[in-house]
């Protein structure tokens, strides 16, 4: 029923399947999670649905094996950074694959040109072109993957609850309420938003730095949100409370979580809180 379930999620929601495919390659079994996603890209082909194999496929790949390594014993950093790397590699070399044997060279920008058209009507004064969102493609691609990755452990124990499954948890696995971004990618994403902002000749630098930005957005996004959530936990909000302020994230406060996530390097407001919880206690 998962298997199923999370098949029809990963087609139907985008990375918001991650939460059933992640609990699908932590409960059944690897021939199970292989089968299952190499028939879905087979039938995805066979339909003509060329970009949705390509993503739902990477998407995949990257949660499967960062399973694999995470039963292995691998830090969850470096099973994070390899599964994200095969994912983006899958998702080059299949798209590679389908424009040389099935003639789709113009999908791409069909697949842009909605975006295209929204920019140009948000900032007519600034017309983007076409060539110029291919560029970042990659870095979009990659914050969707790194998104795919968050969700699916921000949600998987309530979807593993959700289809009554026992878990073996793995002790090198990462804990999600403790997920905090690594020094250097901190160092790398602030020179990148530097690198990003200054004119100069080297075009193609700008652009791998914008690249670099755009997922580090992301990244910095989700470090906020579990900051949130575990101020939430430590200041007992309620249901209720908890649903409104997650409204008001979706609808509003997206950039401030953006900024607390990268204050937190510095502040480490988890920590501040549980010496304050414990000073409290005693």
């Given at each position: 029923?998962?298997?199923?379930?999370?098949?029809?999620?990963?087609?139907?929601?985008?990375?918001?399947?991650?939460?059933?495919?992640?609990?699908?390659?932590?409960?059944?079994?690897?021939?199970?999670?292989?089968?299952?996603?190499?028939?879905?890209?087979?039938?995805?082909?066979?339909?003509?649905?060329?970009?949705?194999?390509?993503?739902?496929?990477a998407i995949w790949m990257t949660l499967g094996l960062y399973n694999e390594?995470?039963?292995?014993?691998?830090?969850?950093?470096i099973a994070g950074l390899v599964s994200l790397v095969a994912g983006i590699?899958?998702?080059?070399?299949?798209?590679?694959?389908?424009?040389?044997?099935?003639?789709?060279q113009n999908i791409l920008s069909e697949l842009l040109l909605p975006l295209?058209?929204?920019?140009?009507?948000?900032?007519?004064?600034?017309?983007?072109?076409?060539?110029?969102?291919?560029?970042?493609?990659?870095?979009?691609?990659?914050?969707?993957?790194?998104?795919?990755?968050?969700?699916?452990?921000?949600?998987?124990?309530?979807?593993?609850?959700?289809?009554?499954?026992?878990?073996?948890?793995?002790?090198?696995?990462?804990?999600?309420?403790?997920?905090?971004?690594?020094?250097?990618?901190?160092?790398?994403?602030?020179?990148?938003?530097?690198?990003?902002?200054?004119?100069?000749?080297?075009?193609?630098?700008?652009?791998?730095?914008?690249?670099?930005?755009?997922?580090?957005?992301?990244?910095?996004?989700?470090?906020?949100?579990?900051?949130?959530?575990?101020?939430?936990?430590?200041?007992?909000?309620?249901?209720?409370?908890?649903?409104?302020?997650?409204?008001?994230?979706?609808?509003?406060?997206?950039?401030?979580?953006?900024?607390?996530?990268?204050?937190?390097?510095?502040?480490?407001?988890?920590?501040?809180?549980?010496?304050?919880?414990?000073?409290?206690?005693?």
């Amino acid at each position: 029923m998962l298997t199923l379930t999370s098949v029809v999620m990963s087609v139907l929601f985008s990375f918001m399947g991650a939460p059933f495919l992640r609990a699908l390659s932590v409960t059944a079994k690897p021939k199970i999670f292989w089968s299952a996603g190499i028939l879905l890209i087979a039938v995805l082909l066979l339909s003509g649905l060329t970009l949705a194999s390509v993503y739902i496929g990477a998407i995949w790949m990257t949660l499967g094996l960062y399973n694999e390594l995470e039963k292995r014993g691998t830090s969850w950093r470096i099973a994070g950074l390899v599964s994200l790397v095969a994912g983006i590699a899958f998702a080059a070399i299949a798209y590679s694959l389908t424009i040389r044997f099935l003639g789709a060279q113009n999908i791409l920008s069909e697949l842009l040109l909605p975006l295209q058209q929204t920019m140009n009507k948000a900032f007519p004064e600034s017309p983007v072109e076409i060539s110029t969102l291919k560029a970042y493609v990659p870095g979009i691609f990659s914050a969707m993957l790194f998104s795919s990755l968050a969700i699916g452990f921000i949600l998987e124990a309530k979807v593993i609850r959700l289809f009554q499954i026992q878990q073996n948890r793995v002790a090198s696995g990462l804990r999600w309420l403790e997920f905090r971004l690594p020094d250097v990618v901190i160092w790398i994403s602030l020179f990148a938003a530097l690198f990003s902002m200054i004119s100069f000749d080297f075009a193609v630098l700008q652009k791998i730095s914008l690249n670099i930005v755009i997922v580090s957005v992301v990244a910095f996004f989700f470090q906020g949100v579990v900051v949130t959530e575990f101020l939430t936990r430590a200041f007992r909000f309620g249901p209720v409370s908890k649903m409104i302020l997650y409204i008001l994230i979706v609808l509003q406060l997206a950039p401030a979580l953006v900024l607390l996530g990268l204050v937190d390097y510095w502040v480490d407001f988890r920590k501040r809180i549980r010496k304050k919880l414990k000073a409290n206690s005693n």
